[in-house]
């Protein structure tokens, strides 16, 4: 009996991509194409992973090409190509130019691989993962933002980094855009189940709030040529895990937001059930109406940045 093995594409091999490229091989989620514009560069960095593979121990197909004909019939797709920010930018500034390339890389895909999944990298990611979706044509289900694991990883490693406990013990909630006005929720981070306003005095809480939601710029200012990529890269496989091996967890993602909290039809960070559909379920929550209004906010600088696009 033949067994299909999934096809994992990543478009743009700089960071965030190649690094994406190196979990989930090794994680032998299926065999992996890596893509960029630079000649090359993705078969380089193919190469060099698929020798890591006697030393690791994964038996994943790894190549890298310039030519999407390659990418045909892929499962899903992890689309990173485009420009990172750079000290004092926000992720905003980079959407004009991320814009023309998501949607050139949106058109390419398509064209070879009608049914994949798209997980969308590239910023400002809120905005991104819209014109994915408008130009693919795709049903909302299968085009999803990659925002909320990462900025959850950032508030759960800033929980256990301050209580001094396991990462695997701690749980974080973060709704909304991927911006300045992202909103972790610490009523729902727990450690081992307890609450973390049962832990911690509202201070440190909110000091750890504020630098989830700047988290990004930290590492862009220690970088100063680039922006985070570990992180970014291992929260997109992790949603790619739950798709491809139908899990169903239930992971904060830029999803399609129509009725649901009252979002009006645009892509915001909401916790969804991830399998082999795509999105299966959005969860919807009762916010305080402190949360609501911050909720909002974010929402609106969504909208603003989608009004804005050259579509
Ligand atoms: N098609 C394919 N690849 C492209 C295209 C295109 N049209 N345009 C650019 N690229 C490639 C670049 O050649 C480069 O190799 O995208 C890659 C981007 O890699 P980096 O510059 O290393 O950027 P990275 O840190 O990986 O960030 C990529 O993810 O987190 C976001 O904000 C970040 O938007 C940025 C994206």
């Given amino acids: 009996m033949a067994l299909k093995r999934n096809k994992i594409t990543v478009v743009g091999a700089g960071f965030v991509g190649a690094t994406a490229a190196h ?182 809480i909110e000091a750890m709030c504020k630098r989830t939601a700047n988290g990004g710029a930290e590492i862009v200012n220690l970088l100063k040529t680039g922006s985070a990529f570990f992180a970014p890269s291992a929260s997109a496989v992790e949603m790619v895990q739950s798709i491809l091996l139908d899990k169903k967890r239930i992971l904060p993602c830029c999803v399609y937001c129509d009725k649901e909290y009252g979002a009006g039809g645009y892509f915001v960070g909401v916790p969804a059930k991830l399998g082999k559909n795509g999105v299966e379920q959005i969860i919807e929550i009762k916010l305080t109406p402190e949360e609501k209004v911050a909720f909002d906010k974010s929402v609106a600088a969504v909208k603003e940045l989608v009004k804005a696009l050259p579509l």
């Fill in 23 to 204: 979990w989930a091989a090794s994680n032998q989620l299926g065999d992996v194409v890596i893509v960029d514009i630079i000649e090359g560069m993705p078969q380089g960095k193919a190469l060099d992973l698929r020798q890591a593979a006697p030393v690791v121990g994964f038996d994943s197909n790894v190549i890298g090409t310039n030519d999407y004909k390659d990418t045909a019939d892929s499962d899903i797709v992890i689309i990173t190509a485009g420009v990172p920010r750079k000290p004092g930018m926000s992720r905003d500034d980079l959407l004009a130019i991320n814009t023309k390339i998501v949607k050139d890389v949106v058109t390419n895909i398509v064209k070879y691989s009608p049914n994949a999944i798209l997980i969308i990298v590239s910023n400002p990611l809120d905005a991104m993962t819209y014109v994915a979706h408008k130009v693919s044509g795709f049903p909302a289900n299968r085009v999803i933002g990659m925002a909320g694991v990462l900025d959850a990883a950032r508030f759960r490693a800033f929980i256990a980094m301050e209580l001094d406990v396991s990462v695997e013990d701690v749980n974080a909630f973060v709704l909304g855009g991927h911006g300045d006005t992202m909103v972790p929720l610490p009523r729902y981070s727990t450690v081992a189940g307890i609450p973390l306003p049962d832990l911690l005095p509202a201070d440190k």
